[in-house]
């Protein structure tokens, strides 16, 4: 195959830079037709047979042609750079057209239907040997790409230092920017960041397309970020760090999501799931979602009280926090031992075996937080004493995210934790690529900023179309705000309610900042005794990053909805059109009241009715819709 010459970046706007120019581009098309992925070898800033690759929507651009490739790592004699100088020498294709059921979902069933194309690319100079695979994929719902070594003996030692994966975009597109994994989000354009992206970066294109670029599948190969480039509008990816590997060996998916409308992505998020391996657990009958509660006395008295308001407000777990073992950042602090750090309770009167009794005796279960320096010294030790004391379940903290050896790391102790029927929830920098599919007993995890950091109503907004792309999040919800932490509160307490709503997670934690005395038997919370926390059917009805979303999810015959605004008063809209025909229904609907407080009120509705909703600026209503005769 003869590489065609291509001048770079400065065409890309141009007609006669797409791929439908090349005779020679290798294309990949979704199943409905309407988004297609094409690969070619192109002569770029003279660098010779580069492989590059361009995404189309409707025949409009939303990728321009870009480089892909890896650096190999400085002075290796090992190994080449795998960016330039290719032949292509086999290419394959297939196709897939399934579903399946998630343990822990937003949908009851995902669709898995996609067009396979493998391109296999060797290095051309007899110097430099060897051979990587793209495997790319187009979906209805986006595309997904990721390099492979086959096993081969010039990879025998792997060793990647950087990539070269870019992602021009269309101008005038701009971005929700966050350099943390724990801050907030700012649009702006694609030119001269400070501190590179996190992924998912989500995009609003010219002429109102919407895309988001994610990964799937990071499970061994280190955190990636997006940075700008001298090009503007022209994004490239950035490892924290090297990898060194041996073949057979394949890199996390790097995935476009493609939407006509924001919400349309977070509908389609199952993609990240897709491209993960099934379920590796034989049984999974024992992992279970549901609300939890943290007990932030640390005493027998406080774990008996919160597991009786547990049992009346219907909450499903109880959590200890830092502290129970002692100093969480001391590297004596022993996990194996219940010793109070005195400064959570200079009393140091937990009995924890006695309050895991206790919620047992009561149906509920209990959750152990542990710092990342008591698991990377104690895991293997900890996980099985940790079943023995008739433990549910793990927090891990603090855990260390970026590099290579401490993300395979951390999911292998997902896999160990499996073992011993643990289920989980990480904290603090990490987010999801779509494990949960394969180890669905990593419940959730952090990786955003949720109301322990009380951002403002804004930055709630962003959300959806943003982080929960990604996968769930622990958000940590704190009804009451306004009450427990006064100087802090900067939404509605109707804003607060819709939040377990709008943002998915099976283990949902509520009355972050509370105890059971802040929370009287009101029907203000009502709404959150016994909430799902995994879904059969969600529909985002509207909304725009930054300004506002509404959300309906079904569990069984019941629709939860929820609804926020930015910090600006507005009135929403809400079409009930995704009710069944025929049947009518009852809405309590839980709104600001103006004063502080939920004013709750009860409609009569069925399909195609529309309720109007006067929302406060950071404020919100929730609503729960039940069959009625």
């Known amino acids: 195959m003869k590489p065609s010459t291509f001048v770079c970046l400065f065409f890309f706007a141009l007609s006669t830079g797409s791929f439908a120019q090349n005779p020679d581009t290798l294309r990949v098309l979704s199943p409905d037709g309407q988004l297609s992925l094409a690969l070619s070898l192109r002569d770029l800033d003279g660098d010779l047979a580069v492989p590059c690759y361009e995404v189309l929507y409707k025949g409009r651009a939303v990728v321009l042609p870009s480089r892909l490739g890896l650096k190999k790592v400085p002075h290796s004699h090992r190994n080449s750079d795998w960016y330039r100088g290719f032949k ?59 390099y ?24 005038g597109t701009q971005a929700w920017h966050t350099h943390a994994a724990q801050e907030t989000y700012q649009k702006v354009p694609l030119r001269d960041w400070k501190r590179n992206a996190e992924l998912p970066v989500t995009l609003e294109l010219p002429g109102g397309l919407y895309a988001s670029i994610a990964q799937a599948e990071q499970v061994n190969y280190p955190r990636i970020q997006l940075a700008t480039t001298a090009q503007e509008n022209v994004l ?17 998916w790097r995935v476009v999501l493609v939407a006509e409308r924001p919400g349309q992505l977070l509908e389609n998020n199952y993609l990240i799931q897709n491209l993960n391996p099934p379920c590796a657990i034989a049984d999974p009958s024992w992992i279970k979602p549901g609300t939890v509660m943290r007990e932030v006395t640390l005493s027998t008295e406080g774990a008996r009280r919160l597991v009786d308001f547990a049992v009346q407000q219907q909450i499903d ?46 149906g509920k279960k209990v959750i152990l937080y542990v710092n990342h320096r008591a698991l990377e010294k104690q895991l293997d030790t900890l996980l099985p004493l940790f079943k023995s004391w008739g433990v549910a379940g793990i927090k891990y903290g603090f855990v260390h995210t970026g590099s290579h050896r401490w ?67 622990d958000y940590t919800f704190c009804f009451n705000t306004h009450l427990i932490r006064p100087d802090k509160s900067k939404t509605t307490q109707a804003h607060q309610l819709a939040l377990p709503v709008l943002y998915f997670s099976p283990l949902q934690y509520l009355y972050w900042y509370g105890k059971p005395e802040h929370f009287p038997n009101t029907e203000e919370f009502e709404l959150w005794k ?28 019941l629709w939860y909805l929820g609804g926020i ?27 600001d009241d103006g004063t502080g407080k939920v004013r709750k009120r009860v409609e009569k509705v069925k399909a195609g009715t529309s309720l109007k909703a006067s929302l406060l600026a950071s404020g919100g209503v929730a609503m729960l819709i039940r069959e009625c005769e």
């Open 565 to 591: 605004t930015n910090t600006e008063a507005r009135t929403l809209k809400i079409d009930l059109n995704f009710l069944e025909k025929g049947k009518k229904y009852l809405a309590t609907l839980y709104e």
């Open 88 to 146: 292509i020498t086999g290419v394959e294709r297939r196709n897939q057209n399934s579903t399946w059921k998630p343990l822990l979902g937003e949908q009851e069933t995902y669709p898995d239907h996609f067009n396979e194309l493998t391109a296999t690319f060797q290095l051309t100079d007899t110097l430099r040997k060897g051979i990587v695979q793209i495997i790319a994929r187009a979906y209805n719902e986006g595309v997904a790409f990721r």
């Open 407 to 473: 993300t395979a790391w951390m999911h292998e102790a997902v896999l160990k934790a499996a073992k011993y029927q643990l289920v989980l929830d990480i904290h603090d920098d990490y987010r999801p690529t779509g494990f949960s599919r394969t180890y669905p007993n990593l419940l959730t995890q952090e990786g955003i900023l949720g109301n322990e950091g009380f951002p403002d109503a804004t930055h709630n907004t962003i959300l959806p179309f943003t982080r929960y792309l990604a996968g769930a999040a």
């Open 148 to 171: 492979h070594f086959p096993e081969h003996s010039h990879t025998q030692v792997l060793e990647l230092a950087d990539e070269q994966t870019h992602f021009a975009l269309p101008a």
């Open 530 to 557: 016994g909430i799902p926390t995994v879904w059969d059917e969600t529909r985002v009805l509207d909304g725009q990053p930054g300004d506002f979303v509404s959300i309906a999810r079904r569990k069984g015959t």
């Open 317 to 362: 777990y109880i959590h200890f926090d830092a502290g129970w073992y002692g100093y969480e950042y001391d590297h004596l602090s022993d996990a194996t031992t219940v010793t109070v750090d005195p400064r959570r309770n200079p009393k140091g009167d937990l009995d924890l075996p006695e309050a895991i009794r206790y919620a047992a005796s009561k």
């Open 236 to 252: 490239r990816s950035q490892l924290f760090g090297e990898v060194v590997e041996t073949s057979p060996y394949a890199t996390p």
